[in-house]
């Protein structure tokens, strides 16, 4: 069966950090570009940061820049969100996605299979 699946989310005090994994099954992730996405609660669900197969370029939502970081261990099928200085707006459910499209400017669209499970990530005192 071919399925990424997210995990890594929990329960974080404002200011802390988790990171979070994508991991594949069944296929290989290396030649893909793979997105992370979160939904919160009453909102659409946005682009939050993308990284080509390679590794070698990446995009940031402006509001998470600075604070997280994408990563590929192309050898363990796997790919991070590395999320530091987490705020209260960062509580969604974070889903990772293949992607045919990708863009420094806007991210990555055009989406590759269907959406996983996601894993929820709440940052609150």
């Known amino acids: 069966q071919l399925q990424l699946v997210e995990s890594g989310g929990g329960l974080v005090q404002p200011g802390g950090s988790l990171t979070l994994s994508c991991t594949a099954s069944?296929?290989?992730?290396?030649?893909?570009?793979v997105g992370w996405f979160r939904q919160a609660p009453g909102k659409e669900r946005e682009v939050v940061s993308c990284?080509?197969?390679?590794?070698?370029?990446?995009y940031y939502k402006d509001s998470v820049k600075g604070r997280f970081t994408i990563s590929r261990d192309n050898a363990k099928n796997t790919v991070y969100l590395q999320m530091h200085g987490l705020k209260p707006e960062d509580t969604a459910v974070y889903y990772c996605?293949?992607?045919?499209?990708?863009?420094?400017?806007?991210?990555?669209?055009?989406?590759?299979?269907?959406w996983g499970q996601g894993t929820q990530v709440t940052v609150s005192s």
């Open positions: 069944g296929f290989t992730l290396n030649y893909y570009v």
């Open positions: 990284i080509t197969g390679r590794g070698s370029n990446t």
């Open positions: 996605a293949r992607t045919t499209a990708f863009s420094v400017v806007g991210g990555c669209s055009q989406l590759i299979g269907a």
